[in-house]
T-cell receptor
Framework: DTEVTQTPKHLVMGMTNKKSLKCEQH?????MYWYKQKAKKPPELMFV???????INESVPSRFSPECPNSSLLNLHLHALQPEDSALYLC??????????FGPGTRLTVT | QKEVEQDPGPLSVPEGAIVSLNCTYS??????FMWYRQYSRKGPELLMY????GNKEDGRFTAQVDKSSKYISLFIRDSQPSDSATYLC????????????FGSGTRLLVRP
Protein backbone atom coordinates (compact mmCIF):
# COMPACT_ATOMS: atom_id res chain seq x y z
CA ASP A 1 0.00 0.00 0.00
CA THR A 2 1.44 3.36 -1.05
CA GLU A 3 -1.19 5.64 0.37
CA VAL A 4 -0.66 9.13 1.68
CA THR A 5 -3.76 10.78 3.09
CA GLN A 6 -4.42 14.50 3.45
CA THR A 7 -7.10 16.48 5.22
CA PRO A 8 -9.04 18.55 4.52
CA LYS A 9 -9.67 18.13 0.79
CA HIS A 10 -10.74 21.75 0.43
CA LEU A 11 -10.12 24.76 2.65
CA VAL A 12 -11.30 28.35 2.34
CA MET A 13 -9.76 30.81 4.76
CA GLY A 14 -9.57 34.54 5.26
CA MET A 15 -6.28 36.39 5.45
CA THR A 16 -6.50 36.71 9.24
CA ASN A 17 -7.38 33.07 9.92
CA LYS A 18 -5.19 30.33 11.34
CA LYS A 19 -5.65 26.85 9.91
CA SER A 20 -3.71 23.61 9.61
CA LEU A 21 -3.27 21.02 6.89
CA LYS A 22 -2.67 17.42 7.90
CA CYS A 23 -0.87 14.55 6.20
CA GLU A 24 -0.48 10.93 7.25
CA GLN A 25 1.41 7.92 5.91
CA HIS A 26 1.69 4.42 7.34
CA UNK A 27 4.35 3.05 5.01
CA UNK A 28 7.22 3.60 7.45
CA UNK A 29 8.79 6.13 5.10
CA UNK A 30 11.65 8.14 6.59
CA UNK A 31 11.07 11.37 4.67
CA MET A 32 7.98 13.55 4.29
CA TYR A 33 7.48 16.60 2.10
CA TRP A 34 5.23 19.60 1.56
CA TYR A 35 4.75 20.95 -1.96
CA LYS A 36 2.74 23.81 -3.39
CA GLN A 37 1.26 23.51 -6.88
CA LYS A 38 -0.29 26.30 -8.90
CA ALA A 39 -2.48 25.58 -11.93
CA LYS A 40 -0.61 24.20 -14.97
CA LYS A 41 2.69 24.22 -13.08
CA PRO A 42 4.71 21.37 -11.58
CA PRO A 43 4.83 20.90 -7.80
CA GLU A 44 7.16 23.29 -6.00
CA LEU A 45 9.03 21.96 -2.98
CA MET A 46 8.44 23.80 0.31
CA PHE A 47 9.77 21.63 3.15
CA VAL A 48 11.42 18.25 3.71
CA UNK A 49 11.47 16.31 6.96
CA UNK A 50 13.91 13.45 7.33
CA UNK A 51 13.61 11.22 10.40
CA UNK A 52 11.20 13.78 11.88
CA UNK A 53 13.70 16.64 11.59
CA UNK A 54 13.38 19.56 9.21
CA UNK A 55 16.14 19.12 6.65
CA ILE A 56 15.08 21.47 3.83
CA ASN A 57 13.22 24.77 3.92
CA GLU A 58 13.04 26.25 0.44
CA SER A 59 12.98 29.83 1.72
CA VAL A 60 9.27 29.59 2.45
CA PRO A 61 7.64 32.65 4.11
CA SER A 62 7.13 32.30 7.86
CA ARG A 63 3.36 32.40 7.44
CA PHE A 64 3.78 28.70 6.58
CA SER A 65 4.96 26.67 9.58
CA PRO A 66 5.61 22.91 9.24
CA GLU A 67 5.48 20.41 12.07
CA CYS A 68 6.29 16.71 12.24
CA PRO A 69 4.77 15.30 15.48
CA ASN A 70 5.90 11.75 14.69
CA SER A 71 7.17 9.61 11.84
CA SER A 72 3.69 9.14 10.35
CA LEU A 73 2.28 12.65 10.61
CA LEU A 74 3.07 15.97 9.00
CA ASN A 75 1.25 19.24 9.58
CA LEU A 76 1.40 22.58 7.84
CA HIS A 77 0.20 25.50 9.96
CA LEU A 78 -1.10 28.50 8.05
CA HIS A 79 -1.40 32.04 9.37
CA ALA A 80 -1.98 35.42 7.74
CA LEU A 81 -1.93 34.03 4.24
CA GLN A 82 -2.24 36.10 1.09
CA PRO A 83 -4.59 35.47 -1.87
CA GLU A 84 -1.56 34.45 -3.96
CA ASP A 85 -1.05 31.52 -1.57
CA SER A 86 -4.17 29.89 -3.00
CA ALA A 87 -3.00 26.63 -4.55
CA LEU A 88 -3.06 22.84 -4.27
CA TYR A 89 -0.92 21.78 -1.30
CA LEU A 90 0.57 18.33 -1.68
CA CYS A 91 2.14 16.06 0.88
CA UNK A 92 4.51 13.29 -0.16
CA UNK A 93 6.59 10.63 1.52
CA UNK A 94 9.52 8.45 0.49
CA UNK A 95 11.78 5.72 1.72
CA UNK A 96 14.05 5.57 -1.31
CA UNK A 97 15.80 8.53 -2.85
CA UNK A 98 13.53 10.00 -5.50
CA UNK A 99 10.62 7.58 -5.19
CA UNK A 100 8.13 9.98 -3.65
CA UNK A 101 4.48 9.10 -3.19
CA PHE A 102 2.02 11.96 -3.19
CA GLY A 103 -1.27 12.44 -1.39
CA PRO A 104 -4.41 13.76 -3.09
CA GLY A 105 -3.74 17.31 -1.96
CA THR A 106 -5.63 20.07 -0.17
CA ARG A 107 -7.10 22.75 -2.40
CA LEU A 108 -6.64 26.02 -0.50
CA THR A 109 -8.43 29.24 -1.32
CA VAL A 110 -7.43 32.41 0.53
CA THR A 111 -10.06 35.16 0.42
CA GLN B 1 17.72 27.41 -19.42
CA LYS B 2 15.70 25.08 -17.20
CA GLU B 3 17.38 21.98 -15.76
CA VAL B 4 14.59 19.81 -17.16
CA GLU B 5 12.71 20.60 -20.37
CA GLN B 6 9.35 19.06 -21.24
CA ASP B 7 6.94 20.01 -24.01
CA PRO B 8 3.72 21.24 -22.34
CA GLY B 9 1.49 20.02 -25.18
CA PRO B 10 -1.37 19.47 -25.33
CA LEU B 11 -0.79 16.21 -27.16
CA SER B 12 -3.98 14.82 -28.72
CA VAL B 13 -4.05 11.23 -30.01
CA PRO B 14 -6.77 8.76 -31.01
CA GLU B 15 -7.60 5.84 -28.75
CA GLY B 16 -5.28 2.90 -29.35
CA ALA B 17 -2.32 5.03 -30.47
CA ILE B 18 1.19 4.69 -29.10
CA VAL B 19 2.09 7.79 -27.13
CA SER B 20 5.64 9.06 -26.70
CA LEU B 21 6.39 11.59 -23.98
CA ASN B 22 9.87 13.02 -23.54
CA CYS B 23 12.10 15.12 -21.31
CA THR B 24 15.60 16.44 -21.77
CA TYR B 25 17.87 17.55 -18.95
CA SER B 26 21.15 19.34 -18.52
CA UNK B 27 22.54 18.04 -15.21
CA UNK B 28 24.67 14.93 -15.81
CA UNK B 29 24.50 14.15 -12.07
CA UNK B 30 20.86 13.00 -12.33
CA UNK B 31 20.64 9.26 -11.67
CA UNK B 32 17.03 8.58 -10.60
CA PHE B 33 14.24 9.22 -13.08
CA MET B 34 10.50 9.15 -12.54
CA TRP B 35 7.28 9.62 -14.43
CA TYR B 36 4.18 10.82 -12.65
CA ARG B 37 0.61 10.97 -13.95
CA GLN B 38 -1.62 13.71 -12.61
CA TYR B 39 -5.33 13.94 -13.22
CA SER B 40 -6.97 17.34 -12.95
CA ARG B 41 -7.16 18.57 -9.35
CA LYS B 42 -5.56 15.38 -7.98
CA GLY B 43 -2.13 14.53 -6.59
CA PRO B 44 0.61 13.11 -8.86
CA GLU B 45 0.70 9.31 -9.08
CA LEU B 46 4.06 7.58 -9.48
CA LEU B 47 3.99 5.55 -12.71
CA MET B 48 7.59 4.58 -13.39
CA TYR B 49 10.88 4.75 -11.48
CA UNK B 50 14.23 3.97 -13.06
CA UNK B 51 17.82 4.21 -11.94
CA UNK B 52 20.53 5.20 -14.43
CA UNK B 53 20.23 4.20 -18.09
CA GLY B 54 18.07 1.51 -19.63
CA ASN B 55 14.47 0.47 -20.17
CA LYS B 56 11.75 -0.52 -17.77
CA GLU B 57 8.37 -1.94 -18.70
CA ASP B 58 5.18 -2.12 -16.64
CA GLY B 59 2.06 -3.21 -18.48
CA ARG B 60 1.30 -0.69 -21.23
CA PHE B 61 4.02 1.68 -20.01
CA THR B 62 7.71 1.67 -20.95
CA ALA B 63 10.26 4.10 -19.55
CA GLN B 64 13.57 4.69 -21.30
CA VAL B 65 16.61 6.57 -20.02
CA ASP B 66 19.52 7.58 -22.25
CA LYS B 67 22.04 9.27 -20.01
CA SER B 68 24.51 9.83 -22.83
CA SER B 69 21.93 12.02 -24.59
CA LYS B 70 20.36 13.32 -21.35
CA TYR B 71 16.98 12.21 -22.64
CA ILE B 72 14.17 10.21 -21.04
CA SER B 73 10.97 8.89 -22.58
CA LEU B 74 7.70 7.33 -21.53
CA PHE B 75 5.81 5.21 -24.05
CA ILE B 76 2.15 4.32 -23.60
CA ARG B 77 0.86 1.48 -25.78
CA ASP B 78 -2.80 1.03 -26.71
CA SER B 79 -3.67 4.42 -25.20
CA GLN B 80 -7.08 4.78 -23.54
CA PRO B 81 -9.25 7.83 -22.83
CA SER B 82 -8.52 7.17 -19.14
CA ASP B 83 -4.85 7.95 -19.88
CA SER B 84 -5.85 11.58 -20.49
CA ALA B 85 -3.90 13.49 -17.85
CA THR B 86 -0.78 15.57 -17.34
CA TYR B 87 2.46 13.58 -17.30
CA LEU B 88 5.34 14.95 -15.28
CA CYS B 89 8.92 13.76 -15.53
CA UNK B 90 11.07 14.16 -12.44
CA UNK B 91 14.65 13.41 -11.59
CA UNK B 92 17.22 13.68 -8.84
CA UNK B 93 20.92 13.09 -8.42
CA UNK B 94 20.28 10.89 -5.39
CA UNK B 95 23.31 10.83 -3.07
CA UNK B 96 21.25 12.08 -0.10
CA UNK B 97 19.39 14.63 -2.25
CA UNK B 98 15.69 14.64 -1.47
CA UNK B 99 14.87 17.31 -4.01
CA UNK B 100 13.08 16.27 -7.21
CA UNK B 101 13.50 18.42 -10.28
CA PHE B 102 10.28 18.34 -12.29
CA GLY B 103 9.58 19.01 -15.92
CA SER B 104 6.73 21.40 -16.64
CA GLY B 105 4.39 18.49 -17.53
CA THR B 106 2.82 17.38 -20.82
CA ARG B 107 -0.96 17.40 -21.10
CA LEU B 108 -2.20 14.31 -22.95
CA LEU B 109 -5.67 13.91 -24.45
CA VAL B 110 -6.70 10.51 -25.79
CA ARG B 111 -9.77 10.87 -28.04
CA PRO B 112 -12.33 8.02 -28.08
Amino acid sequence: DTEVTQTPKHLVMGMTNKKSLKCEQHMGHRAMYWYKQKAKKPPELMFVYSYEKLSINESVPSRFSPECPNSSLLNLHLHALQPEDSALYLCASSQDLGRQYFGPGTRLTVT
Amino acid sequence: QKEVEQDPGPLSVPEGAIVSLNCTYSNSAFQYFMWYRQYSRKGPELLMYTYSSGNKEDGRFTAQVDKSSKYISLFIRDSQPSDSATYLCAMTPGESSYKLIFGSGTRLLVRP
